[in-house]
Nanobody, 121 residues
Framework: QVQLRESGPGLVRPSQTLSLTCTVS??????????WSWIRQPPGKGLEWMGA???????YYSPSLASRTSISRDTFKNQIILQLSSLTPEDTAVYHC?????????????WGQGALVSVSS
């Protein structure tokens, strides 16, 4: 079955750029009509959708994070990559990748286990 696994640094400094990778196994990230999202959850807060990339490579971003967020993919490695720039401690969160069918805003049907990222000097 399809599985998602996030990886990246656990600790980053303020003002730096975070890079996280979601490795997908058991299925291709180019399979129609799936979308792949990044979602984060700060400590004690709710889930926040950051953006998504579709099966064709189209990208979609949350307006509140669009200026700092870039989502790309590596089709050879079957990976979804998140970059978040100009980090502050408020970006400390568990970062998840997820899959949803049909549209970037559809309910998520698969989740990775999440990667904890702390932003601290």
């Amino acid at each position: 079955q399809v599985q998602l696994r996030e990886s990246g640094p656990g600790l980053v400094r303020p003002s730096q750029t975070l890079s996280l990778t979601c490795t997908v196994s058991g299925g291709s990230i180019t399979t129609m009509f799936y979308y792949w999202s990044w979602i984060r959850q700060p400590p004690g807060k709710g889930l926040e959708w950051m953006g998504a990339i579709g099966y064709s490579g189209s990208t979609y971003y949350s307006p509140s994070l669009a200026s700092r967020t870039s989502i790309s993919r590596d089709t050879f490695k079957n990976q979804i990559i998140l970059q978040l720039s100009s980090l502050t401690p408020e970006d400390t969160a568990v970062y998840h990748c997820a899959r949803q069918p049909g549209s970037p805003q559809a309910p998520r049907e698969l989740w990775g286990q999440g990667a904890l990222v702390s932003v601290s000097s």
